[in-house]
């Protein structure tokens, strides 16, 4: 039987220093773009017109959980998933899971959702960066696998959300979208990282926007 991955990504999730992993990054940021509702309206309609707008709808639950400060739990990423699937009811897996054809094997034990939630709940803790924060939820969704299907799209929303309860919006997702590892430390720091990066670009290129904006309005005011 293939190694246990997420296994392996509970181990090694405890061994990074996430407080170390990104910076603490610039907000709020309102983006000129956004980015998430960009990344479903491009190519994801592309792929699937109904996949996109199930996509924008489970956007839309979780910026207003986020307005309301809501914390991710089991129940909120249920109702985001049964949005994602387009189905009535969105339950966890049963069993073990399987992806990357077969080479990755999540396994289930009495007491991976309690282990889950408690990950979850720490997607709010202020010792660790916002950044950080949301690169580990959005793992700990892809490697915990709690349904049979979606998860890669649940973490992206996820992650979002985490973003967004502290105040800031991507104007683009497409870099996060590649391949994860359970077994890759490097790797999981590195998404921490590139998200710092993406932040204060965006940030940087609002600024830039509403900048040349407001001199444009000081000429011909």
């Known amino acids: 039987m293939t190694t246990d ?5 509970c181990e090694i999730r405890q061994q990074i220093d ?14 000129v773009v956004d980015g998430l509702a960009a ?5 994801v309609r ?18 207003d959980a986020a307005s309301r400060r809501e914390p991710l739990t089991l129940a909120l990423l249920g109702d985001w998933q049964r949005l994602v699937l387009g189905v009535p009811e969105a339950s966890l897996r049963k069993g073990d899971a399987f992806a990357k054809a077969g080479r990755e094997r999540y396994g289930l034990t009495p007491h ?4 889950f939630s408690e990950c979850l709940c720490q997607s709010t803790d202020p ?3 916002l950044a950080a924060r949301a690169a580990r939820v959005y793992l700990d ?15 992206l929303l996820a992650l979002a959300h985490v973003l967004e309860l ?23 720091a590195d998404l921490a990282a590139l998200i710092t990066i993406l932040i204060r670009g965006t940030h940087r290129r609002a600024t830039a926007t509403r900048s040349r904006g407001t001199s444009v309005v000081s000429l011909h005011g």
């Open 141 to 155: 969704i892809i490697f915990f696998h709690p349904y049979p299907d979606g998860n890669a799209r649940l973490a």
């Open 18 to 31: 996430w407080s170390s992993a990104a910076v603490e990054s610039p907000g709020p940021v309102e983006p």
């Open 46 to 63: 592309r792929r699937g017109p109904e996949r996109a707008d199930r996509l924008l709808a489970a956007m839309t639950l979780a910026r």
């Open 39 to 43: 990344w479903f309206d491009g190519p």
């Open 5 to 9: 991955a997420l296994a392996a990504w």
């Open 166 to 188: 502290g105040g800031v919006r991507l104007d683009q997702v497409a870099p996060i979208q590649t391949i994860r590892y359970a077994d890759d430390p490097v790797g999981a």
């Open 112 to 115: 991976t959702w309690k282990d």
């Open 127 to 129: 010792a660790v960066p």
